[in-house]
């Protein structure tokens, strides 16, 4: 499995952008994706997932009510909409996916087995 990420950039603090990540390669019956990201000098931190079979989703409170995700299922394209965006969103931002059947998206990196190579988002004030 690939999965190719994209649609960082610069935009001013307020501004939107969208994410998009592609996946080719092996396909699963039940998977979760997810988007983590990690800010300079921070650890990896989840963003948002959620379990396409179920569309069971779960939103960090950090961007509850300001991201969303979707999908694109004929393109096997996961977006990441990004609304409101601050300053301290500023990070590069990774898609993930977990081909494992979890009732609950995981939200630990360790969870997921496929990344994409990241996007650079910066958010200026």
């Known amino acids: 499995v690939q999965l190719q990420a994209s649609g960082g950039g610069l935009v001013q603090a307020g501004g939107s952008l969208r994410l998009s990540c592609a996946s080719s390669?092996?396909?699963?019956?039940?998977?979760?994706m997810a988007w983590f990201r990690r800010a300079p000098g921070k650890e990896r931190e989840f963003v948002v997932g959620?379990?396409?079979?179920?569309?069971?989703?779960y939103y960090d409170d950090s961007v509850k009510g300001r991201f969303t995700i979707s999908r694109d299922n004929a393109k096997n394209t996961v977006f990441l909409q990004m609304n409101s965006l601050k300053p301290e969103d500023t990070a590069v931002y990774y898609c993930?996916?977990?081909?494992?059947?979890?009732?609950?998206?995981?939200?630990?990196?360790?969870?997921?087995?496929?990344w994409g190579q990241g996007t650079l988002v910066t958010v200026s004030s």
């Open positions: 390669g092996r396909t699963f019956s039940v998977f979760a």
């Open positions: 959620r379990i396409w079979t179920s569309g069971t989703t």
């Open positions: 993930a996916l977990d081909p494992g059947a979890n009732p609950r998206v995981p939200t630990t990196p360790a969870a997921y087995t496929y």
